[in-house]
């Protein structure tokens, strides 16, 4: 995965919508399976990796609970990836009908509606009852919001992995109580990058459950690149689910 390089050093612009890309010697590269469309391929790069990796650091095994605030892309790609590995319960977060509708379809156990349960403490409780008073021995934050990291830590079990993807813009912060980490002996793991092996595995995740998973809803818009700056804004306002940039 490479990060936008300087565009007047060699070998210049190494970021996404290039006509090419210069792959460095010794970078690992993957062949995408003839069976999986571009579209699907497209989101084993970064969301559906990311969710990989943030499992596997998490330790996640089979007969756990997974709680996910957002079902969004990351969120829905998590919500499969925790039921392929064996979770006993999987529950979602998030506030819009048709995502949570979509995290029922990606394996989800239950979901937990912002608007029914409008406030933290009803969250919490209604979370800890469908955990039997637990809570998730893994939660994952995909919202991208800082505020919800505190909620996201009382979601957590004792003994708990709290898992932060979502949040990658610098500068946000949020208050926390350190004591709810310390007294419970919950771990927080931030995970943005990974291994290369992850890619070839997210790969084959997507191949395997390629007539299991509604994957084809994951793609909700598509845009020309001349529209990249219309199909990033929607994104942000959470107007579409998961974009594809045609080039």
Not at 139 to 150: H, N, P, Q, R, S
Request: net charge negative.
């Amino acid at each position: 995965m490479s990060m936008l390089g300087h565009v007047d050093e060699w070998p210049y612009f190494v970021g996404g919508y290039a006509d090419y890309f210069y792959v460095h010697p010794g970078a690992a590269v993957y062949k995408v399976p003839d069976e999986l469309p571009d579209e699907i391929a497209a989101g084993a790069n970064c969301a559906l990796s990311q969710v990989m990796a943030g499992f596997s650091r998490a330790r996640l095994v089979p007969g756990e609970s997974v709680v996910i605030q957002g079902a969004g892309g990351l969120g829905l790609y998590a919500t499969a990836v925790a039921r392929d590995a064996g979770a006993q319960r999987v529950i979602v977060i998030d506030a819009q009908a048709d995502r949570l509708d979509l995290a029922r379809r990606f394996g989800a156990h239950a979901t937990v509606d912002l608007n029914a349960f409008d406030d933290e403490r009803s969250r919490i409780r209604e979370v800890m009852r469908l955990t039997g008073g637990r809570g998730g021995d893994v939660v994952m934050e995909l919202v991208g919001v800082a505020d919800v990291v505190g909620e996201g830590i009382k979601l957590t079990a004792m003994g708990g992995r709290y898992v932060l993807i979502g949040n990658i813009s610098t500068g946000t912060t949020t208050a926390l109580d350190p004591t709810r980490l310390v007294f419970a002996n919950k771990s927080m793991i931030g995970v943005s990058l990974y291994e290369p092996a992850t890619l070839g595995a997210a790969l084959a995740f997507l191949e395997r459950n390629r007539d299991r998973l509604p994957l084809d809803a994951l793609l909700s818009h598509k845009f020309p690149l001349e529209s990249i700056d219309e199909a990033f804004g929607k994104a942000e306002r959470r107007e579409v689910l998961r974009a594809s940039i045609e080039m």
